[in-house]
């Protein structure tokens, strides 16, 4: 496993877009920050740090063969890696809140932000982003977040950590072409935060609704069940608020 180490970066993903332009790299080549200065999440929000506390890195995945329409697949793949990682160290009530956050006890632990290369209709590769809060203890201004170090007793080695997400992350994709798809969207409803119970949402007017999460369309669509009837909603459309 090829794997770039970095003192400090704006972002890991950024890092290794610009990298791939200048050279070539093995798939699954990893580019790790000691600390990242710019990172970034799902709706443009920040990934805090503290420096040297955590995992921040992007991983390199070539040669997929998806359709654009078949890109949340990749989301899929990389929550049940960490999820499976995760249960390794005994983590408890671990969930995703759609669309990839890490949850334990309601409490998110990882975030994923992955950036696509399209060409000719199919993602040509992906750079995936994971940030795992592990061994920092306090989180200044934020709300319902946690770290390892904060829900298990024993210290965790990161490099360790890495190499076994790293392991996951092959073992999904091959599970995948080899076997398709459809285990692993039922694997990941599985796990899905809040799933068939009454959930508050904040739409893009910022009114409030109640809904009944049912599940996950293959396009990566939140399906709602609102008055009986199923609404589909993507990541702009809505905010699970509890």
């Given at each position: 496993?090829?794997?770039?180490?970095?003192?400090?970066?704006?972002?890991?993903?950024?890092?290794?877009?610009?990298?791939?332009?200048?050279?070539?790299?093995?798939?699954?080549?990893?580019?790790?920050?000691?600390?990242?200065?710019?990172?970034?999440?799902?709706?443009?929000?920040?990934?805090?740090s503290e420096k040297g506390k955590n995992l921040t890195f992007s991983v390199l995945k070539k040669?997929?063969?998806?359709?654009?329409?078949?890109?949340?697949?990749?989301?899929?793949?990389?929550?049940?890696?960490?999820?499976?990682t995760l249960e390794g160290f005994n983590i408890p009530n671990l969930s995703i809140k759609w669309?990839?956050?890490?949850?334990?006890?309601?409490?998110?632990?990882?975030?994923?932000?992955?950036?696509?290369?399209i060409k000719n209709k199919h993602i040509q590769y992906a750079i995936i982003g994971i940030g795992?809060?592990?061994?920092?203890?306090?989180?200044?201004?934020?709300?319902?977040?946690?770290?390892?170090?904060?829900?298990?007793?024993?210290?965790?080695?990161?490099?360790?950590?890495?190499?076994?997400?790293?392991?996951?992350?092959?073992?999904?994709?091959?599970?995948?072409?080899?076997?398709?798809?459809?285990?692993?969207?039922?694997?990941?409803?599985?796990?899905?935060?809040?799933?068939?119970?009454?959930?508050?949402?904040?739409?893009?007017?910022?009114?409030?609704?109640?809904?009944?999460?049912?599940?996950?369309?293959?396009?990566?669509?939140?399906?709602?069940?609102?008055?009986?009837?199923?609404?589909?909603?993507?990541?702009?459309?809505?905010?699970?608020?509890?």
């Amino acid at each position: 496993m090829q794997i770039i180490k970095l003192n400090a970066t704006d972002s890991t993903n950024n890092y290794l877009k610009q990298l791939i332009l200048e050279r070539t790299l093995d798939d699954f080549s990893v580019v790790l920050a000691n600390h990242q200065t710019n990172g970034r999440g799902q709706r443009g929000s920040s990934w805090l740090s503290e420096k040297g506390k955590n995992l921040t890195f992007s991983v390199l995945k070539k040669n997929i063969s998806l359709k654009i329409n078949q890109q949340f697949l990749l989301n899929i793949i990389v929550s049940l890696s960490i999820i499976k990682t995760l249960e390794g160290f005994n983590i408890p009530n671990l969930s995703i809140k759609w669309p990839n956050d890490i949850l334990s006890d309601h409490n998110k632990i990882s975030g994923i932000l992955i950036e696509n290369l399209i060409k000719n209709k199919h993602i040509q590769y992906a750079i995936i982003g994971i940030g795992l809060n592990v061994n920092q203890d306090k989180f200044e201004g934020l709300d319902k977040v946690s770290s390892l170090k904060n829900i298990m007793p024993l210290a965790v080695n990161k490099d360790e950590l890495l190499t076994m997400i790293i392991n996951k992350l092959k073992m999904y994709f091959k599970m995948y072409s080899e076997n398709g798809s459809g285990f692993l969207n039922s694997e990941y409803e599985s796990y899905l935060f809040r799933k068939d119970r009454p959930s508050t949402f904040s739409s893009q007017d910022n009114s409030m609704f109640t809904g009944i999460i049912r599940g996950v369309s293959e396009s990566g669509k939140l399906c709602v069940q609102m008055e009986g009837l199923n609404k589909e909603f993507d990541l702009k459309e809505l905010k699970l608020m509890y």
